[in-house]
T-cell receptor
Framework: DAKTTQPNSMESNEEEPVHLPCNHSTISGTDYIHWYRQLPSQGPEYVIHGLTSNVNNRMASLAIAEDRKSSTLILHRATLRDAAVYYCILSITFGNEKLTFGTGTRLTIIP | NAGVTQTPKFQVLKTGQSMTLQCAQDMNHEYMSWYRQDPGMGLRLIHYSVGAGITDQGEVPNGYNVSRSTTEDFPLRLLSAAPSQTSVYFC?????????????FGPGTRLTVT
C-alpha cells in the first residue's frame, strides 16, 4: 500500500491559518487522498478528501500538488477545538476497506 | 440519526474470557469495519464487511471473529481474551466500500485485559 509521511507535531496560534503537509510520493494514479482527525478520547472524524483537484468544504481546504506526490490540509482559521491528531490517508480504488492510518500530526493550538 | 453507536464504552476482562463488542449504525450503510488503536499509534483494520452476510479480514484479524446478519449491526467477538488485545476499538461505517466515500466512526470501546 502507498504510504504517507507527516510531521509528528505542529503548533499554531488561535485564529490563524494552519497548513498541515503530507507527502505521498508512491501514490498511484487512482488513489484518493483522505484526511481524518481525532480529537482527544474520540473516534476519528472525516475532514476532507480529493483525487486531483483542490477541494473545499465547511471544515477545511485540501490542496493537492500537480504531481500528486504531496498535499496540504488547510484550516483557514484555527480554533481551540481544532486541536487534534490529523491523519493523511490514501485509499486504493477497489475499496476503502484498506484505509491505513499512520501516526498522524498532533496539532496544538496556542490561545 | 444516532450515527454509529458502540457498547460498552469500557470493559475489563480476565485472560481467557470471551465477550462481544457491539456496533450499530442507523444510516443504512453497506460497509462496516472494526479498527483497534493502541497507545500512541494509528488505527489498524481488524475485519470489515461490504454488506449483510459478507465479511473479510483486515490487517490484524487474529483472535477476533465477526458476522454481519443485518445491515445495521456488526458485532466483534473476542473468543479468548489476551493481554495483547488491550486497546481501544472503533467501529466505522460508510455508504459503500468505495474510495470516494467518507467513513463515520463510533466513539470507541476501551478494553483492558488483565
Amino acid at each position: 500500500d502507498a504510504k504517507t509521511t507527516q510531521p509528528n507535531s505542529m503548533e499554531s496560534n488561535e485564529e490563524e491559518p494552519v497548513h498541515l503537509p503530507c507527502n505521498h510520493s508512491t501514490i498511484s494514479g487512482t488513489d484518493y487522498i483522505h484526511w481524518y482527525r481525532q480529537l482527544p478520547s474520540q473516534g476519528p472524524e472525516y475532514v476532507i478528501h480529493g483525487l486531483t483537484s483542490n477541494v473545499n468544504n465547511r471544515m477545511a481546504s485540501l490542496a493537492i500538488a500537480e504531481d500528486r506526490k504531496s498535499s496540504t490540509l488547510i484550516l483557514h482559521r484555527a480554533t481551540l477545538r481544532d486541536a487534534a491528531v490529523y491523519y493523511c490517508i490514501l485509499s486504493i480504488t477497489f475499496g476503502n476497506e484498506k484505509l491505513t492510518f499512520g501516526t498522524g500530526t498532533r496539532l496544538t493550538i496556542i490561545p | 440519526n444516532a450515527g454509529v453507536t458502540q457498547t460498552p464504552k469500557f470493559q475489563v476482562l480476565k485472560t481467557g474470557q470471551s465477550m462481544t463488542l457491539q456496533c450499530a449504525q442507523d444510516m443504512n450503510h453497506e460497509y462496516m469495519s472494526w479498527y483497534r488503536q493502541d497507545p500512541g499509534m494509528g488505527l489498524r483494520l481488524i475485519h470489515y464487511s461490504v454488506g449483510a452476510g459478507i465479511t473479510d479480514q483486515g490487517e490484524v484479524p487474529n483472535g477476533y471473529n465477526v458476522s454481519r446478519s443485518t445491515t445495521e449491526d456488526f458485532p466483534l467477538r473476542l473468543l479468548s481474551a489476551a493481554p495483547s488485545q488491550t486497546s481501544v476499538y472503533f467501529c466505522a461505517s460508510s455508504y459503500t466500500g468505495g474510495p470516494a466515500y467518507e467513513q463515520y466512526f463510533g466513539p470507541g470501546t476501551r478494553l483492558t485485559v488483565t
